[in-house]
C-alpha cells in the first residue's frame, strides 16, 4: 500500500501560526480524501505516527543542509523544508525576498536557502496563490514545477456571542509581528475611537500593541475565536505581506465584512467581496474602517459567496495530484 508522509513538525513549533493550522486542516483533509490503497503517515520529532529520533534543532539543521531523514518516496513537507528529491513543498510566501525587514536576520537567510534549494531538487512546489507563485519566479530560479492550490477556510461554528467583549469591535487575527501591520491598526482604531480586538500569539519584533482601546486574547480555541467572530463587527488584515490570509476568509465565511491591504495574495483571496485599503497608509486605513464601520453589511453577502469556494477538501484534492 503506498504511504504518503506528511512532516507536521510545524504542530510543535512554539507559535505554529497560520502554517500550523495548514498543517493540521491538510492532514485531515488528506486522510478523508486519500486515493484507493493510499495512506497517510505524519512525520516529526514529536506527537505524529512516526517519531524522528533526533533534537528538533537538529533536524532544522539538517534540513537547511539539505540532508533530511529519508521518510520514503512520498513526502509532503506543508512548510517550506528541503526534504529528499521525491518530495513536495509548500511554500506559503515569498516574504523573505520582498519584506525581508520584516522576518528576522537569521529568518531570512534561512528561508531563503531551503525555498532556493527546494526549488531546484524536490518533485514539485505547491503555493497557495498565483501572486506567490509569480512572486516566486521573480526572486528564485525555479526548476521544478509549481501548483498553485489554494488553502481551504475552516467555518468556525459559533455557539454564542462573546459576553466579555465590547458590542462593537474591529478584529484582528494573527501572529504579533512587523509583517502584519498591527501597530498602524492601533493608530487607526483610536483615531476612530472604536475597540479593537487582537487574537494570536506574541510574535517576534517587539511590537507592543498595548492601548487603553485594546484587547489582546492571546491564542485561543477555536471555539473561542468562533465567539469572537461572531461578535467582530469588521475584521482587519492590513499586513504588508501574505501568501495567503487564512483569517480573511474565516471571517468572511461567518458572516464578517473585511478590510484588508492592497497585498497580491489578500486581493486575489478576496476577489473583490472585500474593502481594499493601501499598505502602509494610516488614512488609507482609517477610511477604510470608517466606511464599514459605517455600513457593515454590504459585503457581508459576497463575502460568505467567495468563502464558499474555498475547501480543505478542495486543498487536499490539488496536493494529491501533485504526488499521485
Given at each position: 500500500m503506498?504511504e504518503l508522509?506528511?512532516l507536521t513538525e510545524q504542530?510543535?513549533?512554539?507559535v505554529?501560526g497560520?502554517?500550523?493550522r495548514?498543517t493540521a486542516?491538510?492532514?485531515?483533509?488528506l486522510?478523508?480524501?486519500?486515493?484507493?490503497?493510499?495512506?497517510v503517515?505524519?512525520?516529526?520529532?514529536?506527537?505524529?505516527?512516526?517519531?524522528?529520533r533526533?533534537?528538533?534543532?537538529?533536524l532544522?539543521?539538517?534540513?537547511e543542509?539539505?540532508l533530511?531523514p529519508?521518510l520514503?518516496?512520498?513526502?509532503?513537507?506543508?512548510?517550506?523544508l528541503a526534504?529528499r528529491?521525491?518530495a513536495?513543498?509548500t511554500?506559503?510566501d515569498v516574504v523573505?525576498?520582498t519584506h525581508?525587514?520584516?522576518?528576522t536576520?537569521?529568518g531570512?537567510?534561512?528561508h531563503?536557502?531551503?525555498?532556493?534549494?527546494?526549488?531546484?531538487e524536490?518533485?514539485?512546489?505547491?503555493v497557495?496563490?498565483?501572486?506567490?507563485a509569480?512572486?516566486?519566479?521573480?526572486h528564485?530560479?525555479?526548476?521544478?514545477?509549481v501548483?498553485?492550490v489554494?488553502?481551504?477556510?475552516t467555518n468556525?461554528q459559533?455557539t454564542d456571542?462573546p459576553?466579555d467583549?465590547p458590542?462593537?469591535?474591529?478584529?484582528?487575527v494573527g501572529?504579533?509581528e512587523?509583517?502584519?501591520?498591527?501597530?498602524?491598526?492601533?493608530?487607526?482604531t483610536?483615531?476612530?475611537?472604536v475597540?479593537?480586538?487582537?487574537?494570536?500569539p506574541?510574535?517576534?519584533g517587539g511590537?507592543?500593541?498595548?492601548?487603553?482601546?485594546v484587547?489582546?486574547?492571546?491564542?485561543?480555541s477555536?471555539e473561542r475565536?468562533?465567539?469572537?467572530l461572531?461578535g467582530a463587527?469588521?475584521?482587519?488584515?492590513p499586513s504588508l505581506a501574505e501568501?495567503?490570509?487564512?483569517?480573511?476568509?474565516?471571517?468572511m465565511?461567518?458572516?464578517v465584512?473585511?478590510v484588508?491591504s492592497d497585498?497580491?495574495?489578500?486581493?486575489?483571496?478576496a476577489?473583490g467581496a472585500?474593502?481594499v485599503?493601501?499598505?502602509?497608509?494610516?488614512a488609507?486605513?482609517?477610511?477604510?474602517l470608517?466606511?464599514?464601520?459605517a455600513?457593515?453589511c454590504h459585503?457581508?453577502?459576497a463575502?460568505?459567496?467567495?468563502?464558499?469556494?474555498f475547501?480543505?477538501?478542495?486543498t487536499?484534492?490539488?496536493?494529491?495530484a501533485t504526488?499521485v
Amino acid at each position: 500500500m503506498p504511504e504518503l508522509v506528511l512532516l507536521t513538525e510545524q504542530l510543535n513549533a512554539p507559535v505554529p501560526g497560520g502554517t500550523g493550522r495548514y498543517t493540521a486542516e491538510l492532514l485531515k483533509a488528506l486522510r478523508t480524501t486519500a486515493p484507493h490503497t493510499w495512506s497517510v503517515t505524519t512525520a516529526a520529532t514529536a506527537n505524529a505516527d512516526r517519531n524522528i529520533r533526533v533534537p528538533r534543532r537538529v533536524l532544522v539543521a539538517l534540513w537547511e543542509r539539505g540532508l533530511p531523514p529519508n521518510l520514503g518516496p512520498h513526502v509532503h513537507a506543508p512548510t517550506p523544508l528541503a526534504p529528499r528529491e521525491g518530495a513536495v513543498v509548500t511554500v506559503h510566501d515569498v516574504v523573505p525576498w520582498t519584506h525581508p525587514e520584516t522576518l528576522t536576520p537569521r529568518g531570512v537567510a534561512w528561508h531563503r536557502k531551503v525555498i532556493a534549494r527546494a526549488a531546484r531538487e524536490v518533485k514539485a512546489l505547491v503555493v497557495p496563490t498565483r501572486a506567490v507563485a509569480d512572486q516566486l519566479g521573480a526572486h528564485v530560479r525555479v526548476e521544478v514545477p509549481v501548483h498553485v492550490v489554494p488553502n481551504g477556510v475552516t467555518n468556525l461554528q459559533a455557539t454564542d456571542m462573546p459576553a466579555d467583549l465590547p458590542e462593537t469591535y474591529v478584529l484582528a487575527v494573527g501572529t504579533i509581528e512587523p509583517r502584519k501591520g498591527f501597530e498602524l491598526l492601533v493608530r487607526a482604531t483610536e483615531r476612530l475611537r472604536v475597540p479593537l480586538v487582537v487574537v494570536g500569539p506574541q510574535g517576534w519584533g517587539g511590537v507592543d500593541l498595548r492601548a487603553p482601546h485594546v484587547r489582546l486574547l492571546g491564542r485561543v480555541s477555536d471555539e473561542r475565536l468562533a465567539s469572537v467572530l461572531a461578535g467582530a463587527t469588521v475584521l482587519a488584515a492590513p499586513s504588508l505581506a501574505e501568501g495567503f490570509g487564512l483569517p480573511v476568509l474565516e471571517a468572511m465565511a461567518a458572516g464578517v465584512p473585511v478590510v484588508h491591504s492592497d497585498d497580491p495574495a489578500l486581493v486575489e483571496v478576496a476577489g473583490g467581496a472585500g474593502t481594499v485599503v493601501r499598505r502602509g497608509d494610516l488614512a488609507s486605513l482609517t477610511e477604510g474602517l470608517r466606511a464599514v464601520l459605517a455600513d457593515p453589511c454590504h459585503t457581508i453577502e459576497a463575502g460568505i459567496t467567495r468563502a464558499s469556494e474555498f475547501t480543505w477538501e478542495n486543498t487536499a484534492r490539488g496536493v494529491w495530484a501533485t504526488h499521485v
